[in-house]
C-alpha cells in the first residue's frame, strides 16, 4: 500500500512536537489516531521512525533524513496546489506571513488593511517568531513569505530590500544626554545599553556601536521585543537604540522617553521580504511589496529612505 500525505503530515508534525498528545491536539485528531497512523507508516517503510518510551519520543537516525524528505514532497504538494490556485486569477489564497516581534506589531496596522482591500481574497496567516528562526522556517516551508529586518544568509532564499530606516538613540527623561539635541559618539562613552537578544539584528548593530563608541550592553536585560526594551529605558536601566518608525509610532509623544538622532554618524536597519527562491508566488510577493513600499513611504517620508 502506498503511503499517504496525511500520514507525511503527522511525521513532520510529531517530529516537531515528539509529543503525541500536544502533536494530536494540533493536528485536530485523537491520540490513537495520530500513534495509529505513525505505526502504520513505519510498517509500510519498513523502518522504525521514532524511539518511544514512557519518558520521551525522539527521532531515529534514519527517521530524521525522511522527515526532511517529507518536508520537501509536502512543500511541492503546496506548490503544486498554489499554482493551480493562482493561475489566471487575482492575489488570492493563504500566505503563512513570519515577521520578528521588533517588526510587525508596530508596521503590520498600517499595512494589512490596505493588503486586504486591494486584494480580498488574500489570506494571510501571521506568524512571529525570532529573526534566524523564521529565516530557518522559511527554508523548510513552515512560512512562504517574511516580513524581516534580517537579510536572508542562505542561498536557497531571495531577499528584496523595501526601506531603510535610521536607528535612534533613546533614553529616560531622567538621563543627562536627555537635556541634547542630538548624539555624538562621545556622549555613548560609559552608558549601559538594553537592547533585543540575540539573533536579532538590533542586537548585532547594538554590538558595532556599543563596541565603537565603549558603552556597554547590558546582557541580563535583554528584551523579548521593542516594547519590553521601552519599558525599561523609560524606568532609567540603560539607554537604547529604536529603529525609527518604530520611535515615530510609540515613542513619539512620551513624557518618560526622549528620542535623538546620531549627529554626523549614522545607523540604520535595511527592512524587506524575504521567500524561497522556487516559490510559484514570486510575483505576489512583488505586489505585496509594492503595496508595502507605498504606503510607508508615504505615511513616514521624513524617516526611511
Given amino acids: ?12 508534525g510529531l517530529s516537531e512536537k515528539l509529543n503525541f ?4 491536539q494540533d493536528m485536530n485528531v485523537t491520540q490513537p489516531t495520530l500513534s495509529g497512523q505513525i505505526k502504520e507508516l513505519e510498517e509500510k517503510l519498513g523502518v522504525e521512525l521514532f524511539e518511544r518510551t514512557n519518558k520521551m519520543v525522539r527521532l531515529t537516525p534514519i527517521g530524521e533524513k525522511l522527515t526532511e524528505k517529507a518536508r520537501i514532497i509536502l512543500q511541492d504538494v503546496d506548490y503544486f496546489c498554489d499554482a493551480a490556485t ?6 488570492g489564497g493563504v500566505i503563512h506571513l513570519g515577521v520578528p516581534p521588533s517588526l510587525g506589531p508596530y508596521i503590520l496596522p498600517y499595512i494589512i488593511p490596505l493588503i486586504h482591500k486591494e486584494y480580498p481574497d488574500l489570506r494571510l496567516h501571521i506568524i512571529e517568531a525570532p529573526p534566524r528562526e523564521l529565516e530557518i522556517g522559511l527554508d523548510q516551508g513552515k512560512y512562504d ?6 537579510p536572508t544568509i542562505m542561498a536557497e532564499l531571495s531577499y528584496m530590500t523595501l526601506f531603510d530606516e535610521p536607528l535612534l538613540v533613546g533614553m529616560s527623561s531622567e538621563n543627562k544626554l536627555s537635556k541634547l539635541t542630538k548624539i555624538e559618539g562621545h556622549h555613548l562613552k560609559g552608558q549601559k545599553v538594553i537592547t533585543l537578544g540575540l539573533g536579532h539584528q538590533l542586537f548585532e548593530q547594538a554590538q558595532v556601536i556599543a563596541s565603537q563608541y565603549d558603552c556597554q550592553i ?11 526594551v521601552r519599558h525599561m529605558v523609560a524606568m532609567n536601566m540603560g539607554l537604547s537604540f529604536f529603529p525609527g518608525i518604530y520611535a515615530a509610532s510609540e515613542i513619539k509623544d512620551s513624557k518618560e522617553i526622549k528620542v535623538l538622532p546620531f549627529f554626523k554618524k549614522s545607523f540604520k536597519r535595511s527592512v524587506g521580504l ?14 505585496i511589496a509594492q503595496i508595502i513600499n507605498q504606503e510607508l513611504k508615504e505615511r513616514f517620508a521624513d524617516i526611511i529612505a
Fill in 1 to 12: 500500500m502506498r503511503l499517504t500525505l496525511r500520514q507525511l503530515e503527522y511525521l513532520v
Fill in 21 to 24: 498528545r500536544q502533536c494530536a
Fill in 86 to 91: 493562482i493561475a489566471g486569477k487575482s492575489l
Fill in 145 to 150: 513569505l517574511l516580513f524581516t529586518a534580517t
Fill in 218 to 228: 547590558l546582557s541580563e536585560y535583554e528584551g523579548t521585543s521593542l516594547d519590553a
Fill in 274 to 287: 524575504a521567500w524561497r527562491r522556487t516559490s510559484p508566488r514570486i510575483k505576489d510577493y512583488h505586489l
